[in-house]
């Protein structure tokens, strides 16, 4: 499979403050390639290099194996599309479209054509005579990608694009995207702090924190096999206990928590016996009275609150020592009987958690292979 970025040893340096720290990773011709990351993490910075905005400190550019070191953005074989998507309230939407082809001075016939042709492209045949002002959000954000997306970029970089959208916009903008990239075919480069928008559109995902990537993988492996404390907490709810290790197998730990509960659980690095570690646990892996307990890890915990969101109920629990915990609420069993102040049975198993030595620091087992 080819490759239509590769980025190796890419830092950016202002001053004495490191943005971006010696990242190195490549996308497939096609990929759906998000980076998902908090506020100052470095994400933008790194998007800013790709579009050939910023100089890279060190390090290496390259698309469809052209070194992009020296090439102004205007050369570049990529277009951006922001968060504001910049559109002219004043032009028609295929002026907006049209508008980077006539500034590279393309005949009017084949604009027409490739105008049109991009429009049926995004979903809006149609629509090239209506104003700005007459289409919804969604809309927007397809006449910005189509503006894009006519000048035949090999990478289309997206700057959190539904960050201005409301709640329910962005959930259906999320599905339409996927959809748009899957038929265009085109590479996305995807930048978002919002972890549901990246494992719901990509193919795969980089986790970015302080300058330097995390982990990348699919969404799945993410969110099923976090590398480092940082990616377990960050994508995807967790449960968290701090405790010590009172045995080490090769199979994972036991571990006896702060408030003196005592699990078995997977193990991420080297924990021998009196390690300290924390214990990260999806609310979706714990069972609620369980049927079947052989094998669990079981305890008690008394309800405070059943928190109601449809498919996405859960319950905020406690152990007897105040220990605050989210259960899932499941859908293909019925709670109905559960009420705040009661006690309960919870159970879950030992694959489920997952262990990493206190105090281990973000990025030690950064990937490179997608």
Same mark, same amino acid.
């Given at each position: 499979?080819?490759?239509?970025?590769?980025?190796?040893?890419?830092?950016?340096?202002?001053?004495?403050?490191?943005?971006?720290?010696?990242?190195?990773?490549?996308?497939?011709?096609?990929?759906?390639?998000?980076?998902?990351?908090?506020?100052?993490?470095?994400?933008?910075?790194?998007?800013?290099?790709?579009?050939?905005?910023?100089?890279? &400190?060190?390090?290496?550019?390259?698309?469809?194996? !052209?070194?992009?070191?020296?090439?102004?953005?205007?050369?570049?074989?990529?277009?951006?599309?922001? !968060?504001?998507?910049?559109? %002219?309230?004043?032009?028609?939407?295929?002026?907006?479209?049209?508008?980077? =082809?006539?500034?590279?001075?393309?005949?009017?016939?084949?604009?027409?054509?490739?105008?049109?042709?991009? =429009?049926?492209?995004?979903?809006?045949?149609?629509?090239?005579?209506?104003?700005?002002?007459?289409?919804?959000?969604?809309?927007?954000?397809?006449? $910005?990608? $189509?503006?894009?997306? +006519?000048?035949?970029?090999?990478?289309?970089?997206?700057?959190?694009?539904?960050?201005?959208?409301? =709640?329910?916009?962005?959930?259906?903008?999320?599905?339409?995207?996927?959809?748009?990239?899957?038929?265009?075919?085109?590479?996305?480069?995807?930048?978002?702090?919002? !972890?549901?928008?990246?494992?719901?559109?990509?193919?795969?995902?980089?986790?970015?924190?302080?300058?330097?990537?995390?982990?990348?993988?699919?969404?799945?492996?993410?969110?099923?096999?976090?590398?480092?404390?940082?990616?377990?907490?960050?994508?995807?709810?967790?449960?968290?206990?701090?405790?010590?290790?009172?045995?080490?197998?090769?199979?994972?730990? &036991?571990?006896?928590?702060?408030?003196?509960? +005592?699990?078995?659980?997977?193990?991420?690095?080297?924990?021998? $016996?009196?390690?300290?570690?924390?214990?990260?646990?999806?609310?979706?892996?714990?069972?609620?009275?369980?049927?079947?307990?052989?094998?669990?890890?079981?305890?008690?915990?008394?309800?405070?609150?059943?928190?109601?969101?449809?498919?996405?109920?859960?319950?905020?629990?406690?152990?007897?020592?105040?220990?605050?915990?989210?259960?899932?609420?499941?859908?293909?069993?019925? %709670?109905?009987?559960?009420?705040?102040? !009661?006690?309960?049975?919870?159970?879950?198993?030992?694959?489920?958690?997952?262990?990493?030595?206190?105090?281990?620091?973000?990025?030690?087992?950064?990937?490179?292979?997608?």
């Amino acid at each position: 499979m080819s490759n239509d970025l590769s980025v190796l040893n890419l830092s950016k340096r202002f001053g004495t403050f490191t943005a971006v720290d010696n990242i190195s990773f490549d996308v497939p011709t096609g990929f759906f390639f998000s980076i998902l990351g908090p506020s100052g993490c470095g994400k933008t910075t790194l998007l800013r290099m790709l579009a050939g905005f910023d100089e890279p &400190s060190e390090g290496t550019i390259a698309i469809r194996g !052209q070194d992009m070191r020296g090439v102004p953005p205007n050369r570049r074989p990529v277009n951006l599309v922001f !968060q504001h998507l910049a559109l %002219f309230p004043m032009m028609d939407v295929a002026e907006n479209i049209a508008f980077g =082809l006539k500034r590279r001075g393309v005949n009017g016939s084949d604009i027409k054509r490739r105008t049109e042709a991009m =429009l049926e492209r995004v979903g809006l045949p149609g629509f090239g005579t209506k104003k700005i002002s007459q289409l919804s959000g969604g809309q927007k954000q397809r006449v $910005a990608i $189509a503006r894009c997306l +006519v000048l035949e970029p090999l990478v289309l970089l997206l700057d959190e694009p539904l960050g201005a959208l409301d =709640l329910k916009l962005r959930e259906q903008m999320k599905v339409e995207l996927k959809k748009l990239q899957a038929k265009v075919g085109t590479t996305f480069i995807y930048i978002t702090h919002d !972890q549901s928008e990246a494992l719901v559109m990509s193919d795969r995902v980089a986790v970015m924190n302080q300058g330097h990537f995390e982990q990348v993988g699919t969404p799945q492996e993410l969110y099923g096999d976090p590398r480092t404390p940082f990616v377990a907490q960050f994508v995807g709810e967790n449960n968290l206990w701090a405790g010590q290790v009172v045995e080490s197998r090769t199979d994972g730990v &036991s571990v006896r928590t702060d408030e003196g509960l +005592v699990f078995r659980a997977r193990l991420r690095g080297d924990c021998p $016996a009196d390690t300290r570690v924390q214990l990260f646990l999806r609310p979706e892996a714990m069972l609620i009275e369980p049927r079947e307990t052989s094998g669990l890890n079981l305890f008690k915990v008394t309800v405070k609150a059943v928190l109601f969101d449809g498919a996405n109920s859960r319950l905020l629990t406690a152990t007897p020592r105040n220990h605050e915990l989210l259960v899932c609420l499941p859908q293909n069993r019925r %709670f109905d009987h559960i009420r705040p102040g !009661q006690e309960i049975t919870v159970g879950w198993h030992p694959e489920s958690g997952v262990c990493f030595p206190a105090g281990k620091t973000a990025g030690e087992t950064a990937e490179r292979t997608l």
